[in-house]
């Protein structure tokens, strides 16, 4: 994506009408790890319980999911998406869980127009649901289910680069509250995965840690998180990471909302970016 000169992107004559003088939200990078989160308690799920409580509600959630991929960007614009259990293998009580979320048909058309008019080849999907990396932390973070959700996939064509662009094309909504998120994990070998395991993969752990490091301080390294010698041993294939470049692409100041492994290699951290 090439830089413009053109008008950012503005949603705020298609959002909800609030009488409150509207607040800059940040964006934000959760980890979801396992689909398990969405039935847990614990550190994570009352990290993003606390957040959601304490952050100006959002009037919009524009989402990036590492669980949606494609040939070009594309958005949902289902106006009542469906709670896809997108996995197999787990405990029954998943499957039963419904996040009756309201999608925005409106605003999907009205966004892509938009990046379309800033050369970015984006087309409007009606027919997705939403993937477990969009509702099993949600589920968490607004479970009343009362914040609409517009989900963009994540091409695959897209690196770091790409996506912290497109971070920054969408940044100016944080300003008409709009919640701009990207899910993934910030360590994800699930060959690695010891579910219920106390202890941490050390190189899960080193890379956690410099790449910190590097998006509080140096956002190029950060952007070049491959030359990192644990960087294929925590992300086989990039797509759980990608989303945090998004996040950061909307923001600029980096602080830890909260950090945590879980089964041994999945980084737990959620970020946010002001």
């Not at 799920?45 to 669980?67: C, D, E, V, W, Y």
């Not at 996506?163 to 944080?174: D, E, S, V």
Request: hydrophobic share 40%; net charge negative; glycine share 4%.
């Amino acid at each position: 994506m090439e830089k413009t000169e053109k008008q950012p992107i503005s949603l705020q004559p298609f959002l909800p009408q609030t009488p409150y003088p509207l607040y800059t939200l940040p964006s934000l990078f959760i980890s979801h790890g396992a689909p398990t989160i969405a039935i847990e308690n614990n550190r994570t799920t009352q990290a993003l319980n606390k957040f959601g409580q304490n952050l100006p509600k959002p009037r919009l959630i524009i989402i990036i999911s590492a669980h949606w991929q494609s040939q070009h960007l594309e958005i949902n614009g289902n106006a009542a998406p469906a709670t896809w259990h997108d996995f197999s293998g787990f405990q029954k009580a998943l499957y039963t869980i419904d996040y009756p979320v309201k999608g925005d048909s409106l605003i999907a058309e009205q966004l892509a127009q938009q990046l379309q008019a800033l050369g970015v080849s984006t087309s409007v999907n009606r027919l997705r649901p939403f993937d477990h990396g969009v509702w099993s932390p949600l589920v968490h973070l607004y479970p009343q289910a009362d914040v609409p959700i517009v989900q963009l996939s994540l091409p695959q064509h897209f690196d770091s680069y790409a996506c912290f662009q497109l971070g920054a094309l969408l940044a100016p909504l944080r300003a008409e509250q709009v919640l701009l998120i990207g899910s993934g994990s910030v360590t994800h070998n699930l060959a690695q995965v010891q579910f219920d395991s106390a202890e941490v993969d050390a190189e899960a752990r080193e890379f956690k840690y410099w790449l910190i490091h590097q998006l509080k301080q140096h956002m190029p390294t950060a952007l070049d998180w491959r030359s990192h010698p644990f960087a294929r041993h925590n992300h086989p294939t990039p797509e759980h990471l990608l989303p945090l470049f998004f996040a950061a692409g909307a923001g600029s100041k980096m602080s830890i909302v909260h950090e945590s492994f879980a089964h041994f290699s999945l980084g737990m951290d959620v970020y946010r970016f002001d």
